[in-house]
């Protein structure tokens, strides 16, 4: 039995404080909206306490599926790289970007270098059309294959979509063929959800596109953030259809239904034509103080 942990969109604060000349443009924008709304729905204090309850629980593996930063402040990213490294090494951690990690142009890249030990395939990428990046990305661990995804793109204010492009789509692809042949448990992490209805302003642009591949090659479970709430879809694969979750935001407080901070652990086992799949979820159930189970499923 594998298990994966999941956990999302941690928006690490304290933010660091811009210089006036950092808030132009998106950035100025975002930074009001954090001052007067968003960044009171995450807290530094609540993360640290669900991170904790993870460890103690243990895990074999982590995903983490984006957004650790706010502002794409240069500053943030080291801060991201610090939090990355205390939930452990780049072999037990895996991490994709989401659309807070490429907000401006200007720094869109920096989560590249600094995050490169838990985005780094067990071989090199082929090109995926993201400069310097090594997206999409293989690791194997066990019976697994984790195959990341970046759908991070810098964008106009007001919008935070996200987009895989067509050469990234075709290694994917190939990728979901050759670990189906080496009959493993294929998990795709990927930031902005490839189903369901979504408000066009933060929409997956090439979605479509990604069903149709996972409905050619066939995954076993696709993981997501971006929405901050816990979701659990499917999509069309050649055989059955794919499960797609997604978690709240780790550093919500909240004890909202399905709004909460929250981490997921699945637990895989069997093998290629006989997988099974159990989900737990983890966090604050409403009237609760403490860490618990909050929800479980039977995925395979």
């Known amino acids: ?93 895996s991490m994709v970007p989401g659309n807070h990690d490429a907000y401006v142009r200007g720094t869109a890249l920096l989560h590249i270098d600094l995050w490169k030990d838990y985005i780094a395939g067990d071989e090199p990428a082929q090109d995926s059309g993201i400069a310097g990046a090594a997206f999409p990305y293989l690791r194997r661990r066990g019976n697994l294959a984790i195959i990341g995804l970046s759908t991070a793109i810098p964008t106009a204010p007001f919008l935070a979509t996200g987009r895989l492009g067509k050469a ?34 933060e929409i997956l642009t090439d979605a479509k596109a990604f069903c149709a591949a996972v409905a050619r090659e066939g995954a076993e479970l696709v993981l997501h953030g971006h929405k901050h709430k816990a979701m659990l879809q499917k999509i069309a694969g050649p055989e059955r259809d794919v499960n797609v979750i997604g978690v709240p935001s780790a550093s919500n407080p909240g004890t909202a239904p399905e709004r909460g901070g929250a981490y997921n652990i699945y637990r895989i086992g069997g093998e290629a034509g006989a997988w099974t799949c159990d989900m737990e979820s983890f966090g604050i159930a409403r009237g609760g103080a403490a860490i618990a189970k909050i929800r479980s499923a039977k995925l395979l």
């Open 168 to 201: 990234q789509l075709l290694e994917f692809e190939r990728l979901l063929k050759i670990t189906k042949e080496e009959r493993r448990f294929r998990v795709v992490l990927i930031h902005h959800p490839p189903a369901g209805k979504h408000s066009p302003h």
């Open 1 to 93: 039995m594998f298990a994966l942990a999941h956990l999302s969109d941690p928006h690490l604060s304290p933010m660091p404080r811009p210089r006036l000349v950092e808030l132009m443009g998106k950035r100025a924008v975002g930074y009001f909206n954090w001052r007067s709304n968003r960044g009171a729905h995450h807290s530094p204090d609540f993360l640290s306490a669900l991170v904790a309850d993870l460890k103690h629980r243990g895990f074999d593996h982590l995903a983490v599926t984006g957004d650790l930063v706010n502002l794409g402040l240069p500053d943030e990213y080291a801060l991201a790289r610090r939090f990355l490294e205390s939930l452990g090494p780049g072999d037990r951690v």
